[in-house]
């Protein structure tokens, strides 16, 4: 248990950092580092039962964000 939140919050923590200009990487190595994050999250997410943030993403308005938004993004991409 302790693992898994280990997990998701170091990986959040190292997707943050990247995404500031703290550390110079390629787009090669943000990408890459980018998709281990985002595996590190989902184990983690997944693994974990009592997780703040699984109950936040598991909320109502995120369910339906989650549910609408390809078609948001075509209606948003046909009016650019």
Known sequence: KEL???LTYT???IFIVISTPIIKLTSVQV???STFC???MIIGF?????NYIVKILSSSIFQW???YSYEIY???YSLI
Request: proline fraction near 0%; charge should be negative.
């Open 31 to 33: 990408g890459l580092v």
């Open 4 to 6: 898994c939140n280990l």
């Open 11 to 13: 990986s959040i923590i």
């Open 38 to 40: 985002t595996i590190g």
């Open 65 to 67: 964000l989650g549910y």
């Open 74 to 76: 075509l209606w948003h």
């Open 46 to 50: 997944e693994l974990s039962d009592n």
